[in-house]
Structure formats: C-alpha cells, structure tokens
C-alpha cells in the first residue's frame, strides 16, 4: 500500500508553498552556478606577461618531476630557450602540418577539426584523433596538466583564447616550439636538437627535421632516432605534407623517403 509523507499532503494542500520551495531551489542552484563561473574565471591564469618574458618552468615539467619524484627517481630536465629566428622555418611549417594546419588561421580553437575528432571517437568507442590546436597545447603545457577531464578541457579552452587575445601569433608559437615535451625529460626544440643530434635546431637538416617532428604525438614513446614502423609511417605522413604544400621539392621528397623506407 503507499503511502504518502505529511510533507507531500502539505504541498498538495499549499500550492503556493511547493512554488516556494522550487523557486528556492532554483535559486539556490542559480547562486551556485555564479559561484562557481567567478571562481572559475579569477583562478584562470594571467597570461600577459608572456608578450615578453619567458616562463621559467612549466606546469608538465613540474608534473614530470613529480611523477619521477614520486618512483623514487630524480627527472634531469634538459630546456634551452632559443630565438624565433633561429629555429629554421621549414622546421615551423613541419611543426604545423604536423599538428595544426590551420594555427594561423583560427582564434585559438580550430572548430572544424574539433567536430570531426569528436565525431571519429564517438564512431570509434575511444579516441583516435584530437582535436587540440597548438595554442591549446600550450595553454595545457604552461599551465595544466595532463589530465583527461571536462573540467581541465574547458579550463584549456578560456586560456586558450586569452593567449590568442593578449600574445601574436609568432609568439605563441615560439612559446610551444621551446617548451614543448620531446622526450624524457626534453622539453623545446633547442634542448632536443643538442640531445639527439648534437647540434643547434638551426642547424638542422630536412632528415633530422621530420624525425623530430614525427614524435610530437607520442613523445615518450618515440625516439626520434628510432626506425620504428611508427616513426616511418610518420615520417612519411609529414613528407606528403610537406610536399603537397610545396614546402619542399619533389626532389628534396624522394631523397629524403629514402631514409625512411631502408
């Protein structure tokens, strides 16, 4: 038999006490939510003074640390700023078809590409393509983490958008090309340059050039020194790219594939 609460008669009796308590209620949601959206916004970080000075470390380098500290371990972290201009240009335009074609042309978000990342994992049941542009990359870089949540994702959307507001183009990426993560421990295209290669990023080669951008994706699990089928592929991937860009002649293309189809 069911049975109904003193609290339920009282609402049927008094129609103007239950609108009292959903209006309440809403109210209360509503005070809330305005908590929630002034704290969210006074806590994003202030990014202007990147237009002139460089971070002197970064939120996934003190992650790395941490992770290492954690195992018992010390991390040895190997980052060298460089200048804009000395970093070669057909390494930035690898760097951009490799990971944001569009970069000098959205606000910060590249829709289109966010659309069709969501709609192949939804397709897929996981993720298979990210839809993350560069000044994503560094918003999530400097100041986040790589954790997978909405809330670090949104967090990540506001910074991105105030980079692309207070900082130029160039210097957004000239802020992801020298703090970006290369390896273990490796962060910026200067630092992993002198590692791997043993020579300045300004000095460079095409070969050299795609091995290091090929790893961008998977960093700590590829080696831009390896033969992987991983690399290879990518290598290739980069290649085409370039090519169909007309950033390097088909001369340049099939010399350097050579190097990656032995």
């Known amino acids: 038999m069911v049975t109904t609460t003193k609290i339920e ?9 239950k609108l009292k308590i959903i209006m309440t209620i809403i109210l209360a949601g509503l005070i809330a939510l305005s908590f929630f959206t ?4 006074l806590t994003l970080p202030d990014v202007e003074y990147l237009k002139t000075q460089n971070p002197p470390t970064t939120a996934l380098i003190e992650q790395r640390k941490t992770e290492a500290r954690e195992k018992g371990k010390k991390l040895k972290i190997r980052q060298k700023w460089v200048n804009f201009d000395t970093i070669p240009e057909l390494l930035k335009k690898t760097v951009i078809v ?15 590409e966010l659309k069709e990342a969501i709609k192949r994992n939804l397709k897929k049941g996981k993720k298979v393509r990210g839809g993350s542009t560069i000044t994503q990359q560094l918003a ?37 090309l020298n703090v970006i993560e290369l390896g273990k421990g490796i962060f910026g295209v200067e630092a992993a340059s002198e590692y791997y290669f043993k020579k300045s990023v300004s000095d460079l080669n095409l070969v050299e050039i795609v091995r290091l951008a090929a790893v961008l994706p998977k960093p700590l699990r590829v080696t831009p020194l390896s033969n992987s089928r991983y690399l290879k592929w990518r290598a290739k991937l980069l290649l085409d790219r370039l090519k169909k860009y007309h950033y390097i002649t088909d001369e340049e293309y099939n010399h350097t594939l050579i190097e990656f189809t032995r």
């Open 9 to 17: 008669i009282d609402l049927k009796k008094h129609p103007r006490r």
């Open 38 to 41: 002034g704290y969210f916004f």
């Open 140 to 176: 999530k870089n400097l100041f986040l983490s790589t954790e997978k949540s909405y809330y670090r994702k949104l967090r990540e959307f506001f910074i991105a958008k105030n980079l692309e507001k207070h900082l130029p183009k160039n210097r957004i990426f000239h802020l992801y």
């Open 98 to 112: 490799s990971e944001d074609a569009a970069f000098y042309q959205h606000d910060g978000i590249d829709y289109y």
